[in-house]
């Protein structure tokens, strides 16, 4: 079983940056095949979106269009963390970020990265809100 701890949320102005990260921790053998990583967000009265995705043996990763050259999403293997870099923040970034884990490969074919049940594992959430 693998279990991951969301931090980094706050309250930042528009244009603003933060970095959130996921520490991901279990048993060797459970994190060692954890290939998907990924950050997903749910605001208010809407579904959960996927956000950035990552694969990591490769490092390939997809960003939602939405957040594509403001986030980048890194993945630090030595401490099995994953972060998410989120530059230019605009108040639609506003919502609560989850980071999410998942054993398979889908995260690699971009109909399955960004959707949320390709991913079992869940952080507990970090906020993040951005005013204008």
């Known amino acids: 079983q693998v279990q991951l701890v969301d931090a980094g949320g706050g309250s930042v102005q528009a244009g603003g940056s933060l970095t959130l990260s996921c520490a991901a921790s279990?048993?060797?053998?459970?994190?060692?095949?954890?290939?998907?990583l990924g950050w997903f967000r749910q605001a208010p009265g809407k579904e959960r979106e996927g956000v950035a995705t990552i694969y990591t043996p490769n490092g390939s990763a997809y960003y939602a269009d939405s957040v594509k050259g403001r986030f980048t999403i890194s993945h630090n293997n030595a401490k099995n963390t994953l972060y998410l870099q989120m530059n230019s923040l605009k108040p639609e970034d506003t919502a609560m970020y989850y980071c999410?884990?998942?054993?398979?490969?889908?995260?690699?074919?971009?109909?399955?990265?960004?959707?949320?049940?390709?991913?079992?594992?869940w952080g507990q959430g970090t906020q993040v809100t951005v005013s204008s």
């Open positions: 999410a884990a998942d054993p398979s490969s889908r995260c690699v074919d971009i109909d399955y990265a960004l959707i949320r049940s390709s991913y079992n594992y």
């Open positions: 279990g048993p060797t053998y459970s994190l060692y095949y954890v290939y998907c």
